[in-house]
Structures are given as structure tokens and as C-alpha cells.
């Protein structure tokens, strides 16, 4: 392990002359990788499963009820758990979904992202939660991992993180901590319990950086990609304990000082990285999630590092979505802390199904401002073709092509980042799982191997290095601004299709509806069996139409879905009588509409109607297809005539 620490600074401190070349999406294959001197086979794939809030007290057909938290009471409690509900998930369901993934993905995934929240909330005041009950919740866990990806002849073994089949990388949520979403700065009980808890998940050489802040990464792919788990508590808005991440004092900041220093490790390496947290930087106007100078971090560094990091991965929030980072809205001297914003966000609260309503609404009236142009009505469109397009030039001036290019940083987009948060097992709406696909040509080719290896390194030479000297730092504030990729370089893979680029995801889900109906049914209970289904696969999705999973595809999809005069592939329908037609095949929504407005309509019956159906299926998927369709047409008032 110390050699591995060593070899590992050495290749830090060693320059890097190579830049990685664009590689074209080819179709999945399998490739072998070297990991721990052995053979390991490659897929291509990668499962992202969050929040699975497992509740011992959960008591069948019990009440829904707020107070009775399915607990007490008699009521509409499912085997499988209360869908659309505030309770939390019965130990069936956990089970249930293990035994899923050891039947349907277990051979065919790389390694598993868990972004946190695995113990049950503190919703029931006659039940009050314990310390003991958060730690034992979240080793059940553990073990259920074990139990479907452990090496049955390597559990005992003097390594434990040799214990797996494939990597697994856990997550702090705010509700694996007591009282939830309260966490010191470390050392402190919770960093030195999950340093135990995890001590299967988290590299040996980072156990004692862990316990000071419960941040760590894990080479998933050794020596090619590293996934960086962030304690993202410490940016969180509603933790208390903590200020943001401006000043050095805040662990938010020396959080940051690490990530930094990692990613240009991984840099030096030529290696790429995916980062994870629970608590996602939801950024609106009713909805900020983190505190707004750890935001600015946050992008910041996801700018200077887009040659290497292939995305975010969130949880915590409970609805399926996606979140653009703009960098024109960093401002550097938040970042430094030399000025504070000038309005303070509004505490993050737990996100219920209302405010969640609000905050889609919100989503897309920032996207509905985001720079249109005539490539971003190219639905479907290939990248060849967006590419011819961009080049044509009216002499004299810019195409208007070019100039919506200049304006989202280029032909990749590179003014922007994208952040994308998962639905969870908890049922507030169907437990889900997300299942990536991404490029791994050329994965399996070694890298150049070390001529020299240093067997020891003086304990200050690291200490120097661990605290950035390295870096040049400015002179206010000391801050170290990370430096940015080569001009020469290439896009990275968040933003160019190449090694490691996510190519699609697979969102499934458990229709608890219909299957806690048929175990309670005496007729169907004896063939009734609990299965995940696939809810949609942005591969060969028309609606959304994702090409890729690069930012470019988010931003183009974005724009479409805050577009409040649909374009003709975005329309669902396109007169006021086709409206009642098209509307019947999601389940004809009841229009209230007053006596005067009816009157109206019956002269204006030929008048168009706009339906984006783009933003219906973002937000019904946000839900994961279990609100009421007439509900989402109330809510979130999808027709519009034309001015």
C-alpha cells in the first residue's frame, strides 16, 4: 500500500506530454483490465442506485398517514412499501431489489456508485432514531453488497477491499448522520464509524484523510479512472455546523483544496474521474441545495477540469432530472470569500412533492433563457452533420450558427457543465436504478510503466505536496486557482465522445402499484413476482433524443425543454381539436376551465394549442411515471396558444 502511495505522487510530480485523442462511441465490448495483479473483465456499464432509506418499523398495511409514517395504524401499506408516500422502505424491499441486481445486473456491471441517505428518516416521534440504528442500517447494507458481489473465497482475507468482485463506492447522506444533516468537521464520531463501516469500500492509504472529512476516491478502473466520493454535507446549505467554502478555516474548503489536488494528480496521470455525492448543487431561485461560494467552487473547478472529469452523479432528492452549471455566472471573488452574495439563499428544506413542483418550474425558466440556435432544433441531428452546419459563413460576417457556438463556449458547449441526480429506491414515487452504458475502446491498453520507483519519500516532501505548494497561488486570500486544460488539448469526455464518455443510461423501476396488488391477491399471489422494469433508455429515446450523454446533448435538451413555443418535433400536438386526441393517450386530463373561457373557445375551436412534449416527459420521469398525468397537466400547464 505505501508503494502504491508512492508510485502514485511520483506519477504526479512526473510530466505528462500526451493528450488523449477523440475516440469514436463504438458498440459495447468487453475489455480486460489488470486489477490487483489479476484479470477483470470489463462490461462498459456502471449502476448508480441511491437513497434507500430502509426502515425496520415499517409494518404492512399500515397507515400512510404523516404521523403514522407507516408504522401504526391501518391503513394502505404495501409488502413492498408505500408508493407515492413519505414512508420509508420496508427490509422486503430492500431485499427485493438486491436479489434483482444478483439476478439481472451482477455480471454485467464494472463497478457501483451509492450516493448515501441508507438509513431511515426521523419521521416518527414515537420511534426517535439512534446512533446504534443509523450505524446497524447502513451495515446491512454493506452486507447485502457482500452478499451479491463479495468473493466468496476472499471474505476472510487480510486486504478488505480485495473482498469485491467489483468496486463499490458508498456516500454520506444527510440521513446517516445524527441528527441529520448536521456534520462537524472531523475528526469526528461519524468519519471514525463509517472509516469502520466502509472499511471494505475505502482504500487503506485513505483511511486517515477520510476521517477527517469523510472524502475519499477509488480507482475503478486502475490506473484509468478514478471515482472521487465528495462529503457533499460540508457544502450542504442546511448544515449548520459548517460556512461554506471560502474560508480555509471551513473543512468545505479544505474539501476543495483536495479535490483539487487529486484531479491534477489524475491529470498528470492521464487518467479520468467521475464525481459523486448525495446532496446535489440544485441552484434556484426557491431551491438552493449548497451554499453558494462552495457552488462556485464547485464550478470553477469543473471548468479548469474538463479535460478529465466525465461528470457528477447526485441523489438525495428523489426526482429523476439533470442540472446545468453555467461558468459565466462564476464569480471569483465569491470564490476567494472576498465578497459575500449579495442575497443569502433560502435554507434547503426537505423537498416534498410540492416544492419539487416549484422547483422543476424554475428549472425551466432558467433553461428557457439559455442561447438558442438553429442546432439545438436539430433533434436527432448527427454530429457530423451539427459539425457541417457550424461551418457555414455568410461572407463578410459570422453565421448564425457560429454565433450561438461563441455563445455556449463552442462547438462541445464548454461554457457549461452538467449534474445528474437519480430517483431513489425509497418509494415517495417507484423505487429506481440507473444503469450507465460508456465507452471503454481502449481501455484495456496499459499504460507506460514507471522506469524508476521510489521506495521512500521524506514525510515533508508529502506534507508539501498534500497542501499545494505545487500550485501557484495568488496573492489575495491565498486562494490556488486550478489550472485549466492545455489550449492544444482536446475536449474532455464529458464534452467529446471518447474513452470513458457515458453513452446512455437505462432508468428502471419497481411498479409497486401493480405488484404489491398482485402478492395481496389470493388468485395472483402464488405467480406474483417483484421485477424492476426499464422506464426508459436514452439510447433509443425519441423524445429526449440524446445522441450521447455529453454536455452538448444536455444543453440541447435543456434548451428544448424550456421552450415555451415548442418546435414542430417538440410539439405533441398541433390544433386544439388534436389536443383531447393526443391527450387520451396519457390518460385525457379534465380541463376546469370557467363557463366564460369555454364560451371563447367554441369560436376559436381551429386556434393552435401547443403541448411541449419534451417538458411533459421530463417531468413525468421526474416523478418516475407515479403522479397522475391529469395532476401533472394541473400543475404544470403544459397547453399554450399561440400569441
Known sequence: MILR????????????????????????????????GGGRQLHGRFLHITDFHPDRFYSRYSSTDGDDACHWGKGDAGIFGAERTDCDSPI???????????????????????????????????????????????????????????????????????????????????????????????PNRWTKE??????????????HGFE????????????????????????????????????????????????????????QRGMKAILMGHVPPARTPSKQSWDETCWQKYTLWLQQYRDLVVGGLYGHMNIDHFMIQDNDQIDIQLVTGEIEPAKKPPKSTDFS??????????????????????????????????KKNSNKKKKGRKSKHDEFLDKIGGQWAERYSATLVSASVV????????????????????????????????????????????????????????????????????????????????????????????????????????????????????????????????????TRIGDYKPRKDDLWSTTANDVENDMSTAKKRKHNKSEKHKKHKKHKKHKHKRINKTWFAFVNRAYVGAKDEEDLHDQFGFAMEND
Not at 463509517?194 to 483511511?207: G, L, Y
Not at 412533492?353 to 448527427?382: C, F, H, M
Not at 484495456?444 to 521512500?456: F, I, K, T, W
Request: aromatic share 12%; charged share 20%.
Open 5 to 36: 502511495s508512492l508510485l502514485f505522487l511520483l506519477w504526479a510530480a512526473a510530466p505528462c506530454h500526451c493528450e488523449p485523442q477523440p475516440t469514436q462511441q463504438k458498440p459495447l465490448q468487453s475489455v480486460v483490465v489488470s486489477s490487483n
Open 353 to 386: 412533492i410540492q416544492s419539487s413542483a416549484a422547483y422543476l418550474t424554475e428549472l425551466r425558466y432558467g433553461w428557457s433563457n439559455l442561447p438558442d440556435g438553429v442546432e439545438a432544433k436539430d433533434v436527432g441531428t448527427s454530429t457530423e452533420k451539427k
Open 194 to 207: 463509517f472509516s469502520r463501516v466502509w472499511r471494505q469500500f475505502i482504500p487503506e492509504e485513505q483511511r
Open 92 to 186: 422486503t424491499l430492500i431485499n427485493a431489489t438486491f436479489q434483482w441486481i444478483n439476478d439481472n445486473l451482477k455480471d454485467t456491471i464494472d463497478f457501483v456508485v451509492w450516493t448515501g441517505d441508507s438509513a431511515r428518516h426521523d419521521n416518527d416521534e414515537l420511534i426517535p432514531r439512534t446512533p446504534e440504528q443509523v450505524i446497524e442500517l447502513n451495515e446491512m447494507l454493506v452486507h447485502k453488497f457482500v452478499d451479491v458481489f463479495g468473493k466468496p473465497d476472499n471474505i476472510n482475507d487480510t486486504d478488505p477491499t480485495n473482498d469485491f468482485t467489483i468496486p463499490i463506492v458508498p456516500n454520506f447522506g444527510n440521513n446517516d448522520i445524527l441528527p441529520h444533516n448536521i456534520f462537524t468537521p472531523g
Open 212 to 267: 477527517r472529512g469523510g472524502w475519499f476516491f477509488v480507482e475503478v478502473i486502475p490506473n484509468k479512472l478514478a471515482v472521487l466520493s465528495l462529503n457533499t454535507l460540508y457544502f450542504f446549505n442546511s448544515n449548520n455546523a459548517v460556512d461554506g467554502c471560502a474560508s480555509k478555516s471551513e473543512p468545505g474548503y479544505e474539501q476543495f483544496e483536495w479535490l483539487r489536488i487529486q484531479l491534477q494528480f489524475f491529470r
Open 427 to 558: 418509494p415517495n414515487y417507484f423505487p429506481t436504478m440507473r444503469v450507465f452504458e460508456y465507452n471503454i475502446t481502449g481501455a484495456g491498453q496499459p499504460l507506460n510503466n514507471l522506469q524508476d520507483q521510489v521506495e521512500e519519500v521524506a514525510d515533508a516532501q508529502l506534507d508539501e505536496l498534500k497542501r499545494g505548494q505545487m500550485f501557484a497561488r495568488s496573492r489575495k486570500h491565498g486562494f490556488v486557482k486550478p489550472h485549466p486544460p492545455s489550449k492544444s488539448q482536446l475536449p474532455g469526455p464529458a464534452y467529446s465522445p471518447q474513452t470513458f464518455s457515458w453513452a446512455s443510461y437505462t432508468q428502471y423501476f419497481a411498479n409497486l402499484t401493480r405488484i404489491n396488488a398482485d402478492f395481496a391477491s389470493p388468485r395472483k399471489s402464488k405467480d406474483a413476482k417483484f421485477t424492476y422494469e426499464v422506464e426508459y433508455d436514452t439510447k433509443n429515446d425519441s423524445v429526449f433524443g440524446l445522441e450521447d450523454l455529453t454536455v452538448r446533448s444536455y444543453v440541447d435538451l435543456a
